[in-house]
């Protein structure tokens, strides 16, 4: 008998080492990174099937961020929200996210 473990997970990489200024914290420890989808063979990562969009999180306050000033926050659209695991929009009424499967805090 044979058995096969193999799937597809997400993994996060972090662009740039450089940290940034969060515009929602405004502590300089943002970083940009991506969520790229990997083929494992064995839990071992094999090729990438997809890449991912870059986005900004921040490591204190632990939320996303775009490029947006301070004070055009107020103008963006609130009943949105980001998944912190691959990125994407999600509506607020999710717990957890349909794309990736994270728990969303």
Same mark, same amino acid.
């Given at each position: 008998?044979? *058995?096969?473990? &193999? !799937?597809?997970? %997400?993994?996060?990489? @972090?662009?740039?080492?450089?940290?940034?200024?969060? %515009? @929602?914290?405004?502590?300089? #420890? &943002?970083?940009?990174? #991506? @969520?790229?989808? $990997?083929?494992?063979?064995? +839990?071992?990562?094999? *090729?990438?099937?997809?890449? !991912?969009? %870059?986005?900004?999180?921040?490591?204190?306050?632990?939320?996303? &961020?775009?490029?947006?000033?301070? #004070?055009?926050?107020?103008?963006?659209?609130?009943? +949105?929200? #980001?998944?912190? !695991?691959?990125?994407?929009?999600?509506? %607020?009424?999710?717990? $957890?996210?349909? *794309?990736? !499967? &994270?728990?969303? @805090?």
């Amino acid at each position: 008998m044979f *058995f096969l473990i &193999a !799937g597809i997970s %997400p993994k996060t990489t @972090v662009l740039d080492q450089t940290p940034r200024r969060c %515009p @929602v914290c405004g502590q300089k #420890r &943002a970083f940009y990174r #991506r @969520v790229d989808h $990997y083929v494992n063979l064995f +839990f071992i990562p094999l *090729f990438r099937i997809k890449k !991912g969009e %870059p986005f900004l999180l921040c490591d204190a306050c632990e939320k996303m &961020a775009s490029q947006m000033e301070p #004070r055009d926050r107020e103008k963006a659209e609130p009943t +949105f929200r #980001r998944c912190r !695991g691959c990125g994407k929009k999600l509506s %607020p009424e999710f717990r $957890y996210c349909p *794309f990736c !499967g &994270a728990p969303l @805090v």
